[in-house]
């Protein structure tokens, strides 16, 4: 069975959307693109929604049994890979431009589950920024640590390899729910870490519970094969 591409492309990006359906060759040619974020996803026909998206409402019941208070061991599920594009003059278009043409290559290698079972992510791509050259970038999520693993190692053998003029990548691993930690009582003090306390009290549970509703309205973002089809 094959994966496909599926971007669902924000509004403020259809001006790049344009010229890739129109094969333009130079990305410094489009006209800037707005702040936004179109979302991806990379699987097969059959693949359910629930069972690859990331359950945030987890986090909710495990805050909410805990007193308010999040484990370290469910927070360390939700990871995410950050590819962020930038160019050598100040342009979004061209930045969105590079990052479609890296999921491009990533689909033409890692399409087939057969030979690349654990390789299918979702994700989003743009950004907020209001400077240029802060670049933009592509936001990858997967399953479990191991798909996602697998994913970044991909992804890193690709950023090497693809060439687009006048843009160039760079990677990381981050925490998912990025903003989430720094609601956590001791989550960045190496001393608490070291307690062995396996939990983190949360310090702003409105905002918690705020940040988790922003979560899953991205959901509804994501478009699937078996969607479109159906």
Known sequence: MRRELVINWAEGHERVKAAIGEKVKNPFEIMDS??????????EVTADPASVLYNVGRLEEAASKNGYFLPWEIMREHNKVVVTAYSDMPSPSAQLYGLHS?????????KSTDKHPLNGFYGKMGGFYDRPEKGRVLVIYAPCDEALLEVMSAMEGLVAKVSVPGVRFEMHLANGLSAIPRLLQGFDDPEYR??????????DPNKFGLLLEQAKNDYHHYLFMRDIRA
């Open 34 to 43: 707005e702040k936004g974020w179109s979302y991806v996803t990379f699987y």
């Open 102 to 110: 890296l999921l491009l290559a990533y689909e033409q290698q890692y």
């Open 194 to 203: 070291q307690s062995g306390s396996p939990y983190y009290r949360i310090t």
